[in-house]
Every structure is written in structure tokens, then in C-alpha cells.
Nanobody, 118 residues
Framework: QVQLQESGPGLVKPSQTLSLTCTISGASITASYSYWSWIRQSPGKGLEWLGSVSYSGNTYSGASLKSRAAISRDTIKNQFTLQLTSATPEDTAVYYC??????????WGQGTQVTVSS
């Protein structure tokens, strides 16, 4: 079955870059018409889409992040990454990676807590 696993530091200092990696198993990141996304949930808030990378390598980022987010992929390692520059305490959240193969967000990672604090 398809599984996604987030990895990265749980604590980031303000102004540093928040970097997370999602490792996919059970499916290829290049599977036709698949999309792979980063989503977060901040304390007391709903889910926020951060960005996605498509099966063909096209990337998309949420406008709310004002160009701070970059999504990339490694087809050899079957991974995709999120880099969020100039982190602030408002970026503290549980970060999820999700895969859309048949429907929207069919598969989710378990989530990883990231805290931005000095």
C-alpha cells in the first residue's frame, strides 16, 4: 500500500529555513497524473495547503506564503521536499505530506510537529 513519511527537524529558529522531506513507498512520484502536496495545521486553525509537485515535475505554491515556499522532488529517492524560508513563530504547525493518485489527498503521512522558536 501507499505510505508517506515526513522527516525533518522538529525545532527551527526564527529566520532560518524550515526543510522537510516526504518519502513515498508503494507508489512512484512520477505515477501518471499524481500530485504530491504539503499541508499544515497550525494551533487552533484549519488545514492550509502549502504547495504541490506534479507527476511531471511542475511545482505550485500557496500565495499566502508570499514566495517563501519551494517544493522540489528527487525521482531517484522517490521523495519530495518543502523548504520554507525566513521561518517565523507563525509557521509553527503540524506539517503533513499527502499524495493524490486517484482522488484528492488519497494518502497522508502521519504528520510532523515543527516549532519555530529561539
Amino acid at each position: 500500500q501507499v505510505q508517506l513519511q515526513e522527516s525533518g527537524p522538529g525545532l527551527v529558529k526564527p529566520s532560518q529555513t524550515l526543510s522537510l522531506t516526504c518519502t513515498i513507498s508503494g507508489a512512484s512520484i512520477t505515477a501518471s497524473y499524481s500530485y504530491w502536496s504539503w499541508i499544515r495545521q497550525s494551533p487552533g486553525k484549519g488545514l492550509e495547503w502549502l504547495g504541490s509537485v506534479s507527476y511531471s515535475g511542475n511545482t505550485y505554491s500557496g500565495a499566502s506564503l508570499k514566495s517563501r515556499a519551494a517544493i522540489s522532488r528527487d525521482t531517484i529517492k522517490n521523495q519530495f521536499t518543502l523548504q520554507l524560508t525566513s521561518a517565523t513563530p507563525e509557521d509553527t504547525a503540524v506539517y503533513y505530506c499527502a499524495g493524490s493518485l486517484v482522488g484528492l489527498y488519497d494518502y497522508w503521512g502521519q504528520g510532523t510537529q515543527v516549532t519555530v522558536s529561539s
